[in-house]
């Protein structure tokens, strides 16, 4: 049971979630969403304006997925591992209805057979399972706008990344940043476009666990079925997953 626990908690840092109840929460970071004075933000418009596919990997795991912002659509998958278990969650948005499956952990509802309808008026934590964050799965739009130093060769970008105005980057949350203490708020990162100024990819050389995300197809459709047979998720699940 330790290790599903273990387990569990990486899953929650890499979806982006806090943990703990609403007394123990680190303090919120300053993270503002307006584009960095930089350039770099020019790469992100293509991601409102239609889909693409996105994978983020840290030495936890991985979240993979596809969205369409215009269409309310989101596909995506978090896998992760620890202490030699597994445990993976798919998680489905369609026209604001949000449906989860899981697998991998010996409890009930990890059997990877259900598919479970998320109650959306439940989920109080922003960016639980990429939901709320449907906009913007990955984060990548606060990372942006916390950069600084930044400068472009080619279709290259480098500089730092003030790591305290940004809410989570893959398992990076709040009390890790509080660990790295000053070290945090000039983070390396280095990021490409391709030859539309579209960002393809974004590493932050977090210590000790470097995070890396890449963006492909855009323009690709994303389609997506809402589970005919889905039951609603059960209450214990909804603290058990940070919603």
Same mark, same amino acid.
């Given at each position: 049971? %330790?290790? =599903?626990?273990?387990? &569990?908690?990486?899953?929650?840092?890499?979806?982006?979630?806090?943990?703990?109840?609403?007394?123990?929460?680190?303090?919120?970071? #300053?993270?503002?969403?307006?584009?960095?004075? #930089?350039?770099?933000? /020019?790469? &992100? @418009?293509?991601?409102?304006?239609?889909?693409?596919?996105?994978?983020?990997?840290?030495?936890?795991?991985?979240?993979?997925?596809?969205?369409?912002?215009?269409?309310?659509?989101?596909? !995506?998958?978090?896998?992760?591992?620890?202490?030699?278990?597994?445990?993976?969650?798919?998680?489905?948005?369609?026209?604001?209805?949000?449906?989860?499956?899981?697998?991998?952990?010996?409890?009930?509802?990890?059997?990877?057979?259900?598919?479970? %309808?998320?109650?959306?008026?439940?989920?109080?934590?922003?960016? !639980?399972?990429?939901?709320?964050?449907? =906009?913007?799965p990955t984060?990548?739009?606060?990372?942006?706008?916390? /950069?600084?130093?930044?400068? %472009?060769?080619?279709?290259?970008?480098?500089? /730092?990344?003030?790591?305290? @105005?940004?809410? !989570?980057?893959?398992?990076?949350?709040? !009390? %890790?940043?509080?660990?790295?203490?000053?070290?945090? @708020?000039?983070?390396?990162?280095?990021?490409?476009?391709?030859?539309?100024? @579209?960002?393809?990819?974004?590493?932050?050389?977090?210590?000790?666990?470097?995070?890396?995300?890449?963006?492909s197809d855009?323009?690709?459709?994303?389609?997506? /079925? =809402?589970?005919?047979?889905?039951?609603?998720?059960?209450?214990? &699940?909804?603290?058990?997953?940070?919603?």
């Open positions: 049971m %330790r290790t =599903a626990l273990v387990t &569990l908690v990486a899953l929650i840092a890499l979806t982006g979630c806090s943990i703990g109840g609403k007394d123990d929460e680190p303090p919120k970071p #300053t993270a503002s969403a307006v584009p960095s004075p #930089t350039g770099l933000a /020019t790469s &992100l @418009r293509a991601f409102s304006i239609g889909s693409y596919r996105f994978k983020v990997v840290a030495k936890e795991g991985s979240y993979t997925g596809a969205i369409d912002p215009v269409a309310g659509m989101l596909d !995506a998958s978090v896998s992760v591992r620890s202490d030699g278990a597994s445990l993976k969650i798919d998680t489905i948005g369609v026209h604001g209805s949000a449906y989860t499956r899981l697998t991998g952990l010996p409890l009930p509802g990890f059997d990877g057979n259900t598919w479970f %309808r998320v109650d959306q008026a439940r989920v109080t934590r922003p960016g !639980a399972l990429g939901l709320s964050a449907i =906009a913007d984060g990548v739009q606060a990372l942006v706008a916390a /950069t600084h130093d930044v400068r %472009r060769s080619g279709g290259t970008y480098s500089g /730092t990344v003030d790591m305290t @105005r940004v809410n !989570a980057w893959g398992p990076v949350d709040i !009390a %890790r940043v509080v660990q790295l203490g000053a070290v945090a @708020r000039a983070v390396p990162f280095e990021a490409t476009v391709d030859g539309q100024d @579209r960002l393809l990819t974004m590493k932050v050389n977090i210590p000790d666990n470097p995070v890396e995300a890449a963006y855009f323009g690709s459709p994303v389609t997506v /079925t =809402a589970p005919s047979s889905a039951e609603p998720l059960p209450d214990h &699940l909804y603290g058990m997953l940070g919603l």
